[in-house]
């Protein structure tokens, strides 16, 4: 489709007709371009809206650029590297929990647990409600392009109960961490509205731990598939910046962009579009152009550091990048130091994939220590 037709008009799985964007210059443009909008009332009216789509990531400026500016404080550089000792603490304990074990599942036991305890632990949310987080989480992003089932709308009541609690808690006795800040915080003299708070802290404990349980999970997967990339990484582990640049690139936590629509009767590179027309860009298909890679097909962790799209590109690139990229540093790193013999204990190609078609992960990755 790439070569053939880069910009399409298909039909996604949910009956939804949209374009498909696949080439990367393309897609980069598409990312950057301000006549393809993420509010979605903006074409449909309000009924489109819910507290799921009420943050930055849904939202088009000025709107975007207060809500990023709000959520900005708790990601700053020197924060996220000042998190470095203690992500380090996180990631031995774990796997001193499986010491002394001949197998372990990697997503379960590392992958999911590692993040979700960082970014539980910067909104101030409670640790041991994490398996909670975990099940609404894969619910809601697993049905983010399919039809909902009532599961599905039961998960995303029991999650907004569960903030709502957790909100009136904080604002009766706030702390230091990124929720209180959110509820008595203002920027340009503007608070978050009820529905931007839920929006926000939402996306943020979804977003802030599957993006790096897909980067643990199917960069361990790309080195075991490619056994003289995991040798030159054991031997020699001050190349992990470059390997998980090459992960994301090659095999990223995100498939397909969130949804765009034109705002407008537009022409981009020939393709003729309808205001309210749905535009998809297929991060990973870009991320694999010849056209912007040598060799895009080949797993090299000593490529030069390349210009992926796997956090996206523009204003809506991913806030938590450099936690996300200093997670996958300490996760990989640590894992194979501590168990330099992993091996899969299946064969990738019977490993499941999660549904939907916006993250892109595996369910479980048995692994032999």
Not at 23 to 51: C, H, M, P, W
Not at 140 to 169: C, P
Not at 230 to 248: F, N, Q, T
Request: glycine share 8%; net charge negative.
């Amino acid at each position: 489709m790439r070569e053939e037709e880069p910009i399409a008009k298909l039909m996604f799985p949910d009956g939804q007709f949209g374009w498909m964007i696949t080439r990367y210059d393309d897609a980069v443009d598409v990312l950057k371009d301000n006549r393809f909008i993420k509010d979605i009332t903006k074409v449909y009216g309000s009924e489109g809206q819910s507290i799921f789509t009420s943050n930055m990531l849904f939202a088009d400026p000025p709107d975007h650029r207060r809500l990023r500016g709000l959520v900005q404080q708790g990601f700053t550089p020197k924060l996220i590297e000042s998190m470095r000792g203690h992500i380090q603490q996180i990631a031995d304990e774990l796997l001193d929990a499986v010491e002394g074990r001949t197998e372990m599942e990697l997503i379960d036991d590392y992958a999911f647990p590692l993040p979700i305890i960082v970014i539980s632990e910067i909104l101030g949310v409670p640790l041991e409600d994490r398996d909670k987080f975990r099940t609404w989480s894969n619910s809601i992003v697993g049905a983010s392009n399919s039809e909902f089932d009532d599961q599905v709308y039961r998960h995303m009541q029991e999650f907004t109960e569960y903030l709502g609690r957790w909100f009136e808690k904080v604002r009766r006795d706030p702390g230091d961490d990124l929720i209180s800040q959110l509820i008595t915080a203002e920027e340009a003299g503007e608070r978050l509205s009820e529905q931007e708070l839920y929006g926000v802290v939402s996306l943020l404990i979804i977003a802030g731990h599957e993006t790096t349980v897909n980067l643990i999970g199917n960069g361990i997967v790309s080195l075991l598939q490619h056994p003289d990339q995991l040798r030159l990484l054991r031997d020699d582990p001050s190349l992990i910046k470059g390997a998980i640049e090459e992960m994301l690139r090659y095999n990223g936590p995100v498939e397909f962009s969130t949804s765009r629509w034109a705002a407008e009767d537009l022409e981009f590179r020939g393709a003729q579009m309808k205001s309210g027309d749905l535009v998809i860009v297929a991060l990973d298909s870009a991320d694999r152009d010849g056209s912007q890679f040598d060799d895009p097909d080949l797993f090299d962790i000593t490529r030069e550091r390349s210009r992926h799209l796997a956090f996206g590109h523009g204003i809506h690139m991913c806030l938590g990048a450099p936690l996300a990229r200093l997670e996958g540093e300490i996760a990989v790193n640590t894992l194979l130091r501590r168990f330099p013999n992993i091996r899969l204990r299946e064969d990738a190609g019977e490993l499941e994939w999660r549904p939907g078609m916006i993250v892109r992960g595996v369910k479980e990755i048995p692994l032999s220590l």
